[in-house]
């Protein structure tokens, strides 16, 4: 028994399979975190272009909410966002 507990042979592969979890979830959390903010950036790029477009038009209230919704949604097309909900005030 004294042997056994002594022996420090092979002592190296189970600690890197536990070091390995810590990792791969790092990983992927950097990625998911990286595409997230990837598509946040692309959706404030296609917002900030419908202002400025927004912003040289002389036209009513209704027809410039129409204007800015197609030309966010021309600019924005990134498919690996869905579900995109909003409202023009």
Same mark, same amino acid.
């Given at each position: 028994? $004294?042997? #056994?507990? +002594?022996?420090?042979?092979? !002592? %190296?592969?189970?600690?890197?399979?536990?070091?390995?979890?810590?990792? $791969?979830? @790092? $990983?992927?959390?950097? $990625? &998911?975190?990286?595409? @997230?903010?990837?598509? +946040? /950036?692309?959706?404030?790029?296609?917002?900030?272009?419908?202002? =400025?477009?927004?912003? *040289?038009?002389? =036209?009513?209230? !209704?027809?410039? /909410? &129409?204007? %800015?919704?197609?030309? #966010?949604?021309?600019? #924005? /097309?990134?498919?690996?966002? *869905?579900?995109?909900?909003?409202?023009?005030?």
């Amino acid at each position: 028994m $004294v042997r #056994f507990l +002594r022996n420090c042979d092979g !002592g %190296v592969a189970p600690l890197m399979a536990l070091g390995a979890i810590p990792l $791969v979830i @790092g $990983v992927g959390a950097a $990625v &998911d975190y990286s595409r @997230g903010n990837a598509g +946040r /950036t692309a959706m404030q790029a296609a917002l900030d272009a419908a202002a =400025i477009m927004a912003a *040289k038009q002389s =036209i009513s209230a !209704g027809q410039l /909410t &129409d204007d %800015v919704q197609s030309y #966010f949604n021309a600019n #924005f /097309t990134r498919s690996d966002v *869905k579900n995109l909900q909003g409202q023009c005030e």
